[in-house]
């Protein structure tokens, strides 16, 4: 059993930075693929990003490559979204969530535990 909780999210302007950060219980953490996603008011929730289990190896939703990077820190179970150039499209609700198997998926169903989702707000 893995619990997550997000935190971090918060009203920025376009154009700014934010770190997102997601804190993992469970002693089997480092073996898990960590993703986030998001859901925007009326949309479907969408793909943002994933880790595997040992960092070596990312991916990105096209929208968010090369303004958002993730990261992970196995030693205190935290997997990190750090948000750059932000635009009024990237508001939304972002949920951190772990997958048992070391492969990597962009979709959420194949994901087992998620956090609480923390809000996300850019004005132009």
């Known amino acids: 059993q893995v619990q997550l909780v997000e935190s971090g999210g918060g009203l920025v302007q376009a154009g700014d930075s934010l770190r997102l950060s997601c804190a993992a219980s469970g002693r089997t953490f480092s073996s898990y693929t960590m993703g986030w996603f998001r859901q925007a008011p009326g949309k479907e929730r969408e793909f943002v990003g994933a880790?595997?289990?040992?960092?070596?190896?990312?991916s990105y939703a096209d929208s968010v490559k090369g303004r958002f990077t993730i990261s992970r820190d196995n030693a205190k179970n935290t997997v990190y979204l750090q948000m750059n150039s932000l635009k009024p499209e990237d508001t939304a609700i972002y949920y951190c969530a772990a997958r048992r198997w070391t492969s990597y998926s962009s979709s959420s169903t194949d994901y087992d535990y998620w956090g609480q989702g923390t809000q996300v707000t850019v004005s132009s």
């Open positions: 880790i595997t289990w040992s960092g070596g190896w990312t």
